[in-house]
């Protein structure tokens, strides 16, 4: 019931910025923490960083002061601005958003995108 598109990956050169974004529509009473993921070839998916409804936030250590996090309520979207990226951030990355739908009783719901290739590389 809920749908999330992602969009902004691609190929970008190290030390550069890349924008991504996900917008999340559907029977939404709310949402709670919008986060991204990312998984590498041969390696687990991990943690990038997620917004709380509050707007706290947190960081994978490798992240932290490259890439910032924000949220647009209004929008029901979540971009994480990449800066100076590295070849080791090459990944697809997953946005990841929970919440509650419109519904009597309330329902909560978990919901993720199809996955977007980022590449760093000259």
């Known amino acids: 019931q809920v749908q999330l598109v992602e969009s902004g990956g691609g190929l970008v050169q190290p030390g550069g910025p890349l924008r991504l974004s996900c917008a999340a529509s559907g029977s939404i009473f709310s949402l709670n923490d919008m986060g991204w993921y990312r998984q590498a070839p041969g390696k687990q998916r991990e943690l990038v960083a997620v917004?709380?409804?509050?707007?706290?936030?947190n960081y994978a250590d490798s992240v932290k002061g490259r890439f910032t996090i924000s949220r647009d309520n209004a929008k029901n979207t979540v971009y994480p601005e990449m800066n100076s990226l590295k070849p080791e951030d090459t990944a697809v990355y997953y946005c990841?958003?929970?919440?509650?739908?419109?519904?009597?009783?309330?329902?909560?719901?978990?919901?993720w995108g199809q996955g977007t290739q980022v590449t760093v590389s000259s």
């Open positions: 917004i709380r409804s509050g707007g706290s936030t």
């Open positions: 990841n958003i929970n919440g509650v739908l419109i519904g009597t009783p309330l329902r909560a719901f978990d919901s």
